[in-house]
């Protein structure tokens, strides 16, 4: 399994970002996949994740209204679409399939004026 984000930037405030992970190694359109967060000093945050099809996702209350996950079977791809970006979302944000534990090395966002 490989997983590996892009799209990682320092922004201000109100900005937005897309993030993108391409997954390769295993049978992506049959598997969940997930993106996580986790900021300087602080625990793993699960923050999406989106069904095999693309069809639901569910989100955390800290970033529902805001983000948006979405995914392309075809190109084995997963995106995070990121608006209203605040401070308290700079972390480092990692893709991957929370059932297997399996997760990228992450891209860094950093949200600061």
């Known amino acids: 399994v490989q997983l590996v984000e892009s799209g990682g930037a320092s922004v201000q405030p109100g900005g937005s970002l897309r993030l993108s992970c391409a997954a390769s190694?295993?049978?992506?359109?049959?598997?969940?996949m997930s993106w996580v967060r986790q900021a300087p000093g602080k625990g793993l945050e699960w923050i999406c994740d989106?069904?095999?099809?693309?069809?639901?996702?569910d989100y955390a209350d800290s970033v529902r209204g805001r983000f948006t996950i979405s995914r392309d079977n075809a190109k084995n791809m997963v995106y995070l679409q990121m608006n209203s970006l605040a401070p308290e979302d700079t972390a480092l944000y990692r893709c991957g399939i929370a059932t297997m534990d399996n997760w990228g090395q992450g891209t860094q966002v950093t949200v600061s004026s």
């Open positions: 989106i069904n095999k099809s693309g069809s639901r996702a």
């Open positions: 190694g295993f049978t992506f359109s049959s598997y969940y």
